[in-house]
């Protein structure tokens, strides 16, 4: 029990100082992600819903969005900083429409099963930017 609270503790820390808030270079969870999972997420219309704003290497899937940049572009940004878009792209911009993914702070109109939880788990987060990596 000692060990999580140090391990939270830790996890704050990296979270809310990592090079200007614009890079998240700690694991979330301390392990790698599985990418395979996390292509799942993105694609998913109940659970990560990426596909309504991003369009993205998925042959399969139709009608994807044009609110926001095709998902090949996150070739050009560092694991820390895909990581961050995810967790709280508020980070990077405060006027994003995107969700903060693992966030629970200053959201408005917050659906009621929502409320006081993260729309991802630490460990979806970690199996998205995993598939993510591989579209470099
Ligand atoms: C409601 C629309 C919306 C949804 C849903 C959404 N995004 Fe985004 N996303 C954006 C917009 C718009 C941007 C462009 C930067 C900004 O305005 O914040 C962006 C930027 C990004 C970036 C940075 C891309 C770059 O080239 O800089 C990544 C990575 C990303 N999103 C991943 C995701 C993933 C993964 C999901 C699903 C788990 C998701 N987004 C869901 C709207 C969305």
Redesign the pocket.
Known sequence: MRRFAALSFLLCIAVSTSAGGDEITASLTGAKGDPARGRA??ASRQI???L???SGPFPEERFQ?K???D?S??A??SEG??RA??VD??R??P?????A?FSTQDLTRVAGGFRGKT??TAEQIED?VAY?LTLR
């Open positions: 997420l993105v990560g819903l990426c309504l704003c991003h969005g609110l926001a940049p998902l572009s996150v050009r940004l900083e895909i878009r995810i792209p508020r990077a911009n006027e994003s429409i995107m969700p993914y729309i991802l998205v993510l």
